[in-house]
């Protein structure tokens, strides 16, 4: 269950009130499918400790953090040898989130975790479209003989809302039953970059959008601190840029960010970079409010 009293240890500027706070931040420290090099269930509980060497302002929005009302709910306890019942209590913190008129931002953990987020948000949203950045297609309908994995995450989400509401970008890699697949029309797929953004950010105008930001999108040469790194990727920049257009385009009703492995880079780079995406995306998800 979320902690709704203020922890000891918050993201840097998310110290409001549970009940005062349009987002509620909480950390999904599971990484039990990771295929490759696990590590990310270190991840919100470094990002904690590494964000006071950020500044609350932005440069890039003109905005402070001090002025935004986020609540930061810790992390959860999760059963790390019980996939299903870990998933189980990510669902059910989001869906208190939702069902108290909040923005949930899940905070992982391996890819995986976003299913359960997913599904509460689904619920309150029917009619929920996914906006996908991520290096990998994610869209095996097993990976070692598993359906739960962070390699099916997105095929898991599409069996729940179906044909044409997933929009995958930066992507480049995947088997190639999964390109063919997603080729058949199920999901859209851009390859290696954010192109066609706008236009999906367009024609989901007015609709909810669930947006998932697995970190290994970004180029291993800027981002080495990820499980599954694949070179050819997009620079921070170009991520940041895609972020804020989305969540500023699209009425965004739940987010995550994932698969940040702090002890794969231990020069602590990564996880500054993932810092300076997450203060960015909670101003611009806040700022009609700071504006107020």
């Known amino acids: 269950m979320l902690n709704r009293n203020r922890n000891v240890e918050t993201f840097l500027g998310c110290e409001s009130t549970y009940e005062e706070s349009h987002i509620v931040l909480y950390g999904a420290p599971f990484d039990s499918t990771t295929s490759y ?24 929005q003109d905005l402070d953090l001090e002025d935004a009302k986020v609540f930061d709910g810790g992390d959860l306890e999760l059963c790390f040898g019980d996939t299903e019942r870990a998933l189980g209590d990510i669902e059910a913190c989001a869906r208190d989130i939702v069902a108290d008129g909040k923005l949930p931002f899940l905070i992982g953990g391996e890819h995986l975790v976003t299913l359960p987020a997913f599904r509460a948000v689904q619920e309150k949203y029917p009619d929920v479209a ?9 869209l095996r309908e097993e990976y070692l003989g598993n359906r739960l994995s962070h390699a099916t995450v997105i095929r898991r989400i599409w069996e729940i809302i179906g044909d044409g509401r997933i929009f995958q970008f930066g992507i480049r890699s995947g088997e190639r039953a999964e390109w063919y697949w997603s080729a058949e029309g199920h999901t859209k797929i851009q390859k290696f970059s954010f192109a066609g953004l706008d236009e999906a950010i367009e024609s989901l105008a007015g609709r909810p959008v669930y947006l998932t930001i697995d970190l290994d999108v970004l180029d291993p040469s800027c981002f080495p601190g990820t499980g599954t790194p694949e070179a050819g990727g997009v620079r921070f920049t170009d991520l940041l840029s895609a972020a804020l257009r989305t969540i500023r385009g699209c009425r965004i009703v739940g987010c995550d960010m994932v698969e940040l492995s ?17 203060r960015e995306m909670l101003l611009a998800l806040e700022k009609p409010y700071i504006q107020e």
């Open 262 to 278: 702090p002890p794969l880079d231990p020069s602590g780079a990564s996880t500054a970079t993932a810092l300076k995406l997450l």
């Open 130 to 138: 996914v906006i996908h950045f991520d290096a990998h297609t994610d």
């Open 37 to 60: 090099r696990p590590g990310t269930r270190f991840a919100s509980r470094t990002m904690r400790a590494e964000s006071y060497g950020l500044e609350t302002y932005s440069p890039y």
